[in-house]
């Protein structure tokens, strides 16, 4: 292999990859004078999380929706559809809920702060504030950070519980499964590890879509381009670690 | 700007306030050990006593000739016969339940849960709240009727031998 396409497939990953935990370490240890500001972060609470509460709990809906319609179609085959309180409240709880809403966040949440960042950098503020010795990683990476990490498991748990409504109204309401069946079979069924897995993960996702939002906006090119270009890395990069870390984490829990 | 700020506080405090009630409520109310929020339904509670009630649940439904007609309320350990007493909710409209009614535990299809259906007796009069059902069925047990099944299968070949 020519010593060029290694450069590009290894090295410049690897140092990426050193780039960020480096950049994740500066900004947690900047995240502890943050706390100081509540209000930059209440801001940013309502910026990643209130506003994104509507994608999130109609999203929820029908992904709860179509989870009962599939289901009831499936277990009716084996005269168990009774069980679909339990099919779906464990589909959405350990695995829907997290990756869903965390693509969502990434989506509409990352993005917007990768850009608002990365335009804070193309027009010098950051720069400005340095001048004045103001840390921008504290007063504009941690608080966007932390307020994306508070509201992403946050927004996991509204989805869940709109998730299981929507399975509900299908199944219990259009499709006949009995109501007392649909919850007391989920009930017995779903334990506390379980939904303790669903919150978890949207924990670790929420962490790393914040991480990799702030990153690529501190890190993007000075140009109206290189912002553009950032909030697609945001994206792609965010997708990717979330689908990666959901089976890594899978793994570590069953 | 002093009033956009109050909107924006108080748009975060619902959102926060809705996402822990969102979590309160996983974690409480889902898993069985959970608390309960959900009150009595209405209608009068009638118990059964069974030898073995199999995986009955509290919840699952209480059937007449098919018809869902209430839900089981609870299920308790009777400590002096050593049976399973459950009781049930029944919906108020089916009041004319006769009271020497015979009570079995079903099994909805092959995977799915119990559920106790009731057939009715002859008699005259009627249950009522608090009442009794005496005549009760348990559930099959599938290993039971497993082992049944090929106990017999191994005594009848035994004799063919002779």
Redesign the interface.
């Known amino acids: 292999m020519n010593s060029a396409l290694t450069d590009v497939l290894f090295v410049r990953n690897v140092r990426k990859f050193g780039a960020v935990a480096v950049f994740c370490c500066r900004m947690l240890v900047q995240c502890v004078p943050a706390l100081a500001r509540p209000q930059l972060i ?2 940013q ?2 910026n990643a ?2 506003r994104s ?1 509507i994608i999130i709990m109609l999203s929820g809906l029908f992904v709860g929706m179509v989870l009962a319609l599939q289901g009831f179609d499936l277990l009716q085959r ?6 679909l309180g339990v099919a779906s ?1 464990l589909a959405l ?1 350990k695995e829907l809920t997290p990756v869903i809403t965390a693509l969502l966040f990434a989506g509409r949440a990352g993005t917007a702060l990768t850009s608002e960042i990365g335009l804070m950098r193309a027009t010098d503020q950051l720069t400005a504030m340095e001048m004045m010795a103001v840390d921008p990683l504290r007063y504009v990476a941690a608080p966007r950070f932390l307020g994306g990490a508070i ?1 992403m ?3 996991a ?2 989805f ?2 709109i998730g299981l409504f929507g399975a509900q109204l299908v199944g219990v309401q259009l499709m006949g499964v ?1 109501r ?2 649909f ?6 069924a ?3 590890k ?2 303790m897995e ?2 978890v993960k949207s924990l670790v996702f929420g962490f790393a879509c914040s991480l990799i939002a702030v990153y690529e906006g501190y890190h993007a090119e000075a140009t109206a381009a290189g912002v553009g270009l950032a909030t697609t890395r945001t994206v792609v990069a965010s997708s990717v670690l979330i689908l990666l870390l959901d089976y890594v984490l899978t793994a570590f829990f069953l | 700007m002093r009033n956009n700020n109050r909107a924006l506080e108080i748009g975060t405090g619902l959102f926060v306030l809705l996402g822990f009630a969102a979590l309160l409520f996983l974690t409480t109310q889902l898993p069985s050990n959970g608390l309960k929020l959900i009150g009595p339904a209405k209608g009068y509670s009638v118990s059964a006593s069974f030898d073995n009630v199999g995986d009955l649940k509290s919840g699952s439904p209480v059937t007449m000739a098919g018809v869902r007609i209430g839900v089981v309320q609870g299920i308790h350990f009777d400590p002096k016969d050593y049976r399973a007493v459950v009781s049930m909710r029944l919906e108020p409209q089916f009041n004319q339940i006769p009271d020497d009614s015979f009570a079995s535990i079903q099994t909805q299809g092959l995977l799915g849960g119990k559920y106790i259906g009731i057939s009715p007796g002859g008699s005259e009069k009627f249950l009522k709240d608090g009442g009794r059902i005496d005549q009760t069925q348990s559930a099959i047990v599938l290993e039971s009727l497993i082992n049944k099944f090929f106990a017999g299968y191994a005594s009848k070949s035994e004799e063919s031998k002779k």
Do not use: T
């Open positions: 209440v801001s609470i309502y999380g209130a509460l084996f005269g168990s559809e009774d069980a409240a709880l509201s498991p946050l927004l748990a509204v869940s519980i009995d007392g069946s919850w007391s079979q989920m009930q017995s779903v334990g506390l379980d939904v669903g919150v």
